[in-house]
């Protein structure tokens, strides 16, 4: 179930965006299928259509799914392989919150724990 919080610094297309991306982690989404309409999604959640149009598009960006005229948002196929790029991209977003870790007193150990628990959470959420 998508739930979306606007009291977050984090914007809302990008909070849809995660938890598509986690649902499909935990294999409540699988390739091929169909996300819900514009416009349906955008009505259940009570955001604006371009809050889910924008997610989407992000999604889309990112290879997790494509959208097909008279069909929707379909799920890409996932275990494909990383490319540099993407790698490099990801690694562009984690490094400033390693650095941040990092000044905030935090060692190396318990950034490691850290990311161990987001990833045990996403995967049993």
Do not use: W
């Not at 598009?57 to 996932?78: C, F, R, T, W, Y």
């Not at 275990?79 to 990092?102: C, G, N, W, Y």
């Not at 060692?107 to 850290?114: A, G, P």
């Amino acid at each position: 179930m998508i739930c979306l919080n606007s009291e977050l610094d984090i914007p809302l297309y990008r909070q849809l965006s995660t938890q598509i991306m986690e649902s499909l982690v935990r294999g409540e989404l699988s390739t091929g299928d169909t996300l819900p309409s514009v416009r349906a999604l955008a009505g259940d959640l009570g955001v604006n259509m371009h809050t889910v149009n924008k997610s989407y598009h992000d999604l889309e960006a990112k290879g997790i799914i494509e959208i097909v005229a008279k069909k929707g948002a379909v799920i890409k196929a996932q275990d494909q392989k990383i490319t540099t790029q993407r790698l490099e991209h990801l690694s562009s977003e984690f490094k400033p919150m390693v650095v941040e870790a990092l000044l905030s007193g935090m060692d190396e150990t318990k950034i490691h724990t850290l990311i161990t628990n987001i990833i045990s959470t996403v995967r049993e959420d």
